[in-house]
Nanobody, 130 residues
Framework: QVQLVESGGGLVQAGGSLTLVCAASRLSFNQYNMAWFRQAPGKEREFAAG????????YYADSVKGRFTISRDNIKNIVYLQMNSLKPEDTAVYYC???????????????????????WGQGTQVTVSS
């Protein structure tokens, strides 16, 4: 059974940094585009960042652009989300998601909806205090 396991969340002060890690198992990792979504209390799940299966393309929501960096290691089957200059509005549960590369000719993370992702992790809480 495919597993995506997130880690690295926690409590941080505004302006601080965190690095989230998503480890994939039982998945042909280099066949999947990967993304981080987030869901704040009382809000819908939203796209934060995405990366193509080869690592060649990265995409960001406007709200995190310039502060977050997504990357992947196709040998270790891991995707990272480096989050800098964190703000209280970044507080959310962060989810890792995988979308099979065959779903689309060219992956553009900002144009894909959550239901186009095939696998999801259980989430990791990020809390940013002011």
């Amino acid at each position: 059974q495919v597993q995506l396991v997130e880690s690295g969340g926690g409590l941080v002060q505004a302006g601080g940094s965190l690095t989230l890690v998503c480890a994939a198992s039982r998945l042909s990792f280099n066949q999947y585009n990967m993304a981080w979504f987030r869901q704040a209390p009382g809000k819908e799940r939203e796209f934060a960042a995405g990366i193509g299966w080869s690592g060649g393309g990265t995409y960001y929501a406007d709200s995190v652009k310039g502060r977050f960096t997504i990357s992947r290691d196709n040998i270790k089957n891991i995707v990272y989300l480096q989050m800098n200059s964190l703000k209280p509005e970044d507080t959310a549960v962060y989810y890792c998601a995988a979308s099979f590369r065959g779903r689309t000719t060219y992956y553009i993370g900002t144009e894909m909806t959550a239901d186009e992702y095939d696998y999801w992790g259980q989430g990791t809480q990020v809390t940013v205090s002011s």
